[in-house]
């Protein structure tokens, strides 16, 4: 049972286009969705991460939007930039971020020049 | 301030042979978790470490052991390996909310 799962697979976007990425989860239980980016041969980083008492939080050009009622949550970055091709996985955890995290397969972003 | 460091960073092994891989937290993190990412797939927990203490684990039989030291600092052991233990293992530190991770140890089973 795939607790996290992302949408699409794969994207590919042109430079300066808008990344979008979904994640819908199943346990009502989790409270915390953060979203870490990786690059090949490299840890995932945490990019930016929501608690569900808000509906949006943005840091720089990454956004994330949270649907509390659909279970879903997705990043944005905006203005997309050939760096920041990468994997991107969504996860989230419950009764704080100490819990163990819960990941989504990832998906491949290529940001074409 | 140096962040989450883990070595080796590369391992290859033979099946039926024991690893033991070595974690150091980000400076003012007292909690460490382990997390194995098989290739083309999200990262799955292993388990994570509090006060010497192992705190949550995930679906990972014994084989899979652990340790932490009074230093925060921490070890994956893994005994009897497999062909299917191949995976980058990554350990994160936390302290509240965020979890950090470290490159990784490349581990490869022949």
């Known amino acids: 049972q795939q607790q996290v799962k992302q949408s699409p697979q794969s994207l590919i976007v042109q430079k300066g286009g808008i990344s979008i990425i979904n994640c819908a989860y199943e346990n009502t239980a989790f409270d915390y969705f953060p979203w870490y980016q990786q690059f090949p041969g490299k840890g995932p980083a945490l990019l930016i991460a929501?608690?569900?008492?808000?509906s949006e939080k943005k840091e720089g050009r990454f956004t994330i939007s949270f649907n509390k009622s659909a279970k879903q949550f997705s990043l944005h970055i905006m203005d997309s930039q050939p760096g920041d091709s990468a994997t991107y996985f969504c996860?989230?955890?419950?009764?704080?971020?100490?819990?163990?995290?819960?990941f989504g397969k990832g998906i491949t972003l290529s940001v074409r020049p | 301030d140096a962040g989450v460091t883990q070595s080796p960073t590369h391992l290859i092994k033979t099946r039926g042979q024991q690893v033991t891989l070595r974690c150091s937290p980000k400076s003012g993190h007292d909690t460490v978790s382990w997390y194995q990412q098989a290739l083309g797939q999200g990262p799955q927990f292993i388990f994570q470490?509090?006060?010497?203490?192992?705190?949550q684990r995930g679906n990972f039989p014994d084989r899979f052991s652990g340790h932490q030291f009074p230093n925060y600092s921490s070890e994956l052991n893994v005994n009897a390996l497999l062909l299917g233990d191949s995976a980058l293992y990554l350990c994160?530190?936390?302290?509240?909310?965020?979890?950090?991770f470290g490159p990784g140890t490349r581990l490869t089973v022949t």
């Open positions: 929501i608690r569900p008492d808000v």
């Open positions: 470490y509090y006060e010497e203490e192992e705190r």
């Open positions: 994160a530190s936390s302290s509240a909310y965020e979890q950090y």
């Open positions: 996860a989230a955890s419950s009764t704080g971020a100490n819990s163990k995290l819960t």
